[in-house]
């Protein structure tokens, strides 16, 4: 079975111009999570979908970030316009959560390296 | 801010059993224990998961006592390669992860 899988590895773009990362989540999970981290940081939580909806996107830092999720498949991540603070690895994670126990086992992709100069 | 709490950093020698233990005073009900290592340039990868008593896979164990305030994930005859930063998190139904610092682990040959 495939694994999460995200595209491009790297991104290197200047400031101001716009850049869409996309997620391909494993197949039949329904919820999709955004996470990334900044130079020094820790991982910080972005948003949450399930399906086509968004269920949590209290970690979107600016209205400069648009998350979409056509159809409940593969997430797109636009920065647009993008800023020298949006430099940072963005991953990507799926899962499905168990109706019996409310278990849940997120599973990550490589990671998109976005570095704005 | 991180729910748990982990040493920063642990070394250990190539065939030892290393064990790193987290503290979670405020776990709740539905939260399960969840571990992942992560290599640099690598996304966070599914080591274990438990909810109480003792959980065993392939590469790890997990040990968390009836009061679930901590739990202890042990690494048997670790060698170069489990050099990683691993974590220590809850996940439960619809919950984003909240991550701290990991612990980093350096396994010496």
């Known amino acids: 079975e495939a694994g999460v899988t995200q595209f491009p590895s790297h991104s290197v773009i200047e400031k101001g111009q716009t850049v869409t990362l996309r997620c391909d989540p494993i197949?039949?999970?329904?919820?999709l999570y955004w996470y990334r981290r900044v130079m020094g940081k820790e991982i910080k939580f972005l948003l949450h979908?399930?399906?086509?909806?968004?269920?949590?996107e209290s970690g979107m830092p600016n209205n400069r970030f648009l998350a979409e999720r056509t159809g409940g498949t593969y997430s797109t991540l636009k920065v647009q316009p993008a800023e020298l603070e949006d430099s940072g690895v963005y991953f990507c994670?799926?899962?499905?959560?168990?109706?019996?126990?409310?278990?849940?086992?997120?599973?990550f992709g490589p990671g998109t390296r976005l570095l704005v100069l | 801010l991180a729910k748990t709490t982990q040493p920063i950093s642990m070394d250990s020698y190539e065939g030892q059993e290393v064990n790193i233990t987290c503290s979670h005073n405020?776990?709740?009900?539905?939260?399960?224990i969840t571990w992942y290592q992560q290599f640099p340039s690598q996304g966070p990868r599914f080591i274990i998961q438990?909810?109480?008593t003792k959980v065993t896979n392939e590469v790890a164990s997990l040990f968390i006592p009836a009061d679930r305030k901590s739990s202890t994930l042990s690494l048997p005859r670790v060698s170069l390669s489990d050099t990683a930063v691993y974590y220590c998190?809850?996940?439960?139904?619809?919950?984003?992860?909240?991550f701290g610092a990991g612990t980093r682990l350096a396994v010496h040959p």
């Open positions: 994670a799926s899962s499905q959560v168990l109706r019996t126990s409310g278990r849940e086992t997120q599973y």
């Open positions: 197949s039949g999970h329904d919820n």
């Open positions: 979908f399930v399906k086509e909806s968004k269920q949590d």
């Open positions: 405020n776990i709740a009900t539905n939260d399960y």
């Open positions: 438990g909810y109480k």
């Open positions: 998190l809850f996940s439960g139904g619809y919950n984003k992860l909240i």
